[in-house]
């Protein structure tokens, strides 16, 4: 019989060995970009840092950031159990901020304020986003810590959609594209291209987390133009302009990757820019949805295999003003 191989014993250890002050210690480093994008993912959003230590009144909000719409989200952190005046904290913030999604990091949740994020988010409207989010360290005997940002609270996706049909009357193209997004957001989990994603909406566009502030998959479903598109959508404010120069010099890698010529900014008189892969689609004709979703979740897949890592290498310092 041959010998079994030895196992690691898995550890959780204590966020304070690490971060002893969530002021001084744990909000610089969730802040940073690559922090706060391991933060995005595990929520399915984009979120790029505006400033931290906000000041309201005579309190401040750890860090204020914005996603991928120019929402702000208000993120409060505490590295304890959660308690009544974090909570309280939180929603202060949000309300004189104007944000329109909280996150609350702590180290463990009680019952009742999971519970209270819960209701939040089925008794709001849908502009507004409540997410409760254990951060966690965990070791393999006595391996490097690794974090973890497991959500404990987040909206709930039937909820929503009940929200917007109540808002009013939606067109139908609206709730076709509402429909649509429900279906390709399902299956873009059920193939596990990313770990988490965004309730969908209906809208033209639907957001996909590449890992950096400012760069994200901006996907296209038009049933008026008969289109569905994927693209990678570069904001002029963290360095478009420069990063679309740095990967066209990669353009025959990358679209050997994907596996097609690509349309490289397509609108060149447009600050923000984008490349994108885009075909017809008759989305009134459900018929022929399984063929598209799968086109759509393979073109992501691929989207997000070719350029998340590289964007991720991308040294963009000479490009922090933005270009006019």
């Given at each position: 019989?041959?010998?079994?191989?030895?196992?690691?014993?898995?550890?959780?250890?204590?966020?304070?060995?690490?971060?002893?002050?969530?002021?001084?210690?744990?909000?610089?480093?969730?802040?940073?970009?690559?922090?706060?994008?391991?933060?995005?993912?595990?929520?399915?959003?984009?979120?790029?840092?505006?400033?931290?230590?906000?000041?309201?009144?005579?309190?401040?909000?750890?860090?204020?950031?914005?996603?991928?719409?120019?929402d702000h989200v208000v993120i409060e952190n505490q590295l304890?159990?959660?308690?009544?005046?974090?909570?309280?904290?939180?929603?202060?913030?949000?309300?004189?901020?104007?944000?329109?999604?909280?996150?609350?990091?702590?180290?463990?949740?009680?019952?009742?304020?999971?519970?209270?994020?819960?209701?939040?988010?089925?008794?709001?409207?849908?502009?507004?986003?409540?997410?409760?989010?254990?951060?966690?360290?965990?070791?393999?005997?006595?391996?490097?810590?690794?974090?973890?940002?497991?959500?404990?609270?987040?909206?709930?996706?039937?909820?929503?959609?009940?929200?917007?049909?109540?808002?009013?009357?939606?067109?139908?193209?609206?709730?076709?594209?509402?429909e649509w997004w429900t279906a390709f957001r399902d299956a873009?989990?059920?193939?596990?291209?990313?770990?988490?994603?965004?309730?969908?909406?209906?809208?033209?566009?639907?957001?996909?987390?590449?890992?950096?502030?400012?760069?994200?998959?901006?996907?296209?479903?038009?049933?008026?133009?008969?289109?569905?598109?994927?693209?990678?959508?570069?904001?002029?404010?963290?360095?478009?302009?420069?990063?679309?120069?740095?990967?066209?010099?990669?353009?025959?890698?990358?679209?050997?990757?994907?596996?097609?010529?690509?349309?490289?900014?397509?609108?060149?008189?447009?600050?923000?820019?984008?490349?994108?892969?885009?075909?017809?689609?008759?989305?009134?004709?459900?018929?022929?949805?399984?063929?598209?979703?799968?086109?759509?979740?393979?073109?992501?897949?691929?989207?997000?295999?070719?350029?998340?890592?590289?964007?991720?290498?991308?040294?963009?310092?000479?490009?922090?003003?933005?270009?006019?």
């Amino acid at each position: 019989m041959a010998e079994q191989a030895s196992l690691g014993a898995l550890k959780r250890l204590d966020v304070r060995n690490i971060w002893p002050n969530e002021a001084a210690d744990f909000t610089p480093w969730l802040a940073k970009e690559e922090n706060i994008s391991r933060l995005g993912e595990a929520l399915g959003l984009e979120l790029e840092v505006e400033q931290t230590e906000v000041a309201v009144g005579p309190y401040s909000a750890d860090i204020l950031a914005r996603d991928s719409a120019g929402d702000h989200v208000v993120i409060e952190n505490q590295l304890l159990k959660t308690d009544h005046d974090h909570l309280g904290k939180a929603l202060t913030y949000a309300a004189v901020l104007g944000a329109h999604t909280v996150v609350w990091v702590a180290s463990a949740f009680t019952d009742e304020h999971r519970k209270t994020l819960d209701w939040l988010n089925d008794n709001t409207g849908d502009d507004l986003s409540f997410f409760g989010v254990q951060v966690e360290l965990w070791s393999i005997d006595d391996s490097r810590p690794a974090i973890r940002f497991s959500v404990v609270s987040r909206p709930a996706d039937i909820v929503r959609q009940a929200s917007i049909s109540k808002a009013g009357e939606l067109s139908e193209s609206r709730k076709l594209q509402l429909e649509w997004w429900t279906a390709f957001r399902d299956a873009l989990l059920a193939r596990q291209v990313v770990t988490s994603a965004r309730s969908p909406r209906p809208r033209y566009w639907y957001d996909v987390p590449l890992g950096r502030a400012g760069m994200h998959l901006s996907l296209i479903a038009s049933p008026d133009e008969g289109r569905i598109g994927v693209r990678l959508y570069l904001r002029n404010k963290v360095g478009g302009q420069r990063a679309l120069a740095e990967l066209l010099r990669e353009r025959d890698a990358i679209e050997r990757d994907i596996g097609s010529p690509l349309q490289w900014d397509a609108n060149p008189s447009a600050v923000d820019k984008t490349v994108a892969l885009v075909r017809p689609a008759e989305l009134c004709k459900k018929d022929k949805w399984p063929e598209y979703l799968e086109w759509m979740v393979d073109t992501t897949r691929r989207f997000h295999a070719a350029f998340a890592p590289r964007l991720h290498d991308l040294d963009l310092s000479a490009a922090e003003a933005p270009e006019s």
